[in-house]
């Protein structure tokens, strides 16, 4: 039974898991965290939707003993320098989930522990806004995850199950993993690209055929690199987003715009970067990634436009 949890990153989704967990009853949880970033949770903490979180922040280099389940919860950037941070968590029995967006972290992380210890993972509805150490969202949404096919169910999968059943956390195993993730990744890229370039909130993609249409050509670049990298991704994907989409508040911004109004680095080559990456690989053409993937970058030189 998974019984100690800890989260690396304590963002929006980062402090939607630790806020779950630690109020759920039979479970140790704790933020990994060193530096600045460890001082400041410990001294200001975490507040979710107006609720005051004290959850202990543990250094990674003065770790106790190992825990049942790592949740990472990183920005695509940080990862490769954070990663290591693990080491001291990681058991025998440990179960390490990425709830992190794109395509690459399960690799990167299995790659330093072993496959045997990552699950694939993603989250899919929630509308978390972080504002500093402030996290609010209207939606929990639904999270995702299992091994790359789970046509019968793993052990590992379901003590997550039953750990995140515990937390009241809403949770999905489908069948195939790889797709699912493929499936997240291209609507990250159809609305968080374009949400950051117009400043457009959920309500902007929900009501505007211009900005569906901006979307919906950014998704198309996904599916032909999908579909050259052995993925199944079709239309219907597409038209799968759009309920979705319309159970999200109106006035809800992406993770990406998030970051462009605060000033903050983006996960645009966790994004468009990649696109164009698998493109230049397949010999596919990306033209709308590619314009947002420069537009983006100007924006993260020049945050007031100057």
């Known amino acids: 039974m998974i019984e100690r949890v800890a989260i690396l990153g304590a963002g929006a989704m980062g402090a939607y898991f630790a806020a779950r967990f630690s109020s ?10 060193r530096g600045e970033r460890h001082e400041r949770l410990k001294r200001d903490g975490l507040f979710v939707n ?11 280099d003065r770790v106790d003993a190992p825990t049942d389940l790592i949740l990472v919860a990183l920005k695509g950037y940080q990862l490769p320098g954070a990663a ?26 299995a790659g330093l522990y072993g ?16 504002e500093g150490n402030r996290i609010t969202y209207t939606k929990p949404g639904v999270h995702y995850f299992g091994e790359a096919t789970n046509t019968r169910l793993s052990e590992r999968v379901r003590r997550v199950q039953a750990a995140f059943d ?10 195939d993993m790889i797709r699912m993730l493929w499936w997240k990744f291209m609507i990250n890229v159809g609305v968080n ?10 309500g902007v993609f929900q009501t505007s055929p211009d900005a569906q249409a901006l979307m919906e050509a950014l998704m198309y670049e996904v599916i032909a690199v999908a579909e050259a990298s052995g993925v199944n991704l079709v239309d219907q994907d597409v038209r799968d987003w759009y309920p979705v989409l319309h159970t999200l508040s109106p006035e ?32 596919i053409p990306t033209p709308v990634n590619q314009t947002m993937l420069r537009l983006i970058r100007v924006l993260e030189r020049n945050p007031a436009g100057s």
Not at 24 to 33: D, E, I, K, Q
Not at 89 to 98: K, N, R, W, Y
Not at 166 to 175: K, L, S
Not at 263 to 268: D, L, N
């Open 193 to 202: 690209l374009p949400s950051a370039v117009m400043r457009a909130t959920y």
């Open 166 to 175: 515990r937390a009241g956390i809403a949770c999905e195993t489908p069948p």
């Open 84 to 109: 290591g941070d693990l080491q001291n968590l990681v058991g025998a029995s440990t179960t390490i989930l990425s709830v992190m967006n794109g395509l690459d972290s399960e690799e990167i992380l």
């Open 24 to 33: 759920a009853g039979g479970f140790s949880t704790a933020l990994v965290a």
């Open 252 to 283: 809800g911004k992406t993770s990406m715009l998030q970051d462009i109004e605060a000033g903050r680095k983006t996960e645009i080559d966790t994004f468009a970067g990649k696109v164009v990456e698998l493109g230049q690989t397949h010999g």
């Open 115 to 130: 496959r045997d210890k990552v699950l694939y993972a993603m989250s899919l509805g929630i509308d978390a806004v972080r």
């Open 50 to 60: 107006g609720e005051a979180y004290r959850i202990p922040v543990v250094h990674p």
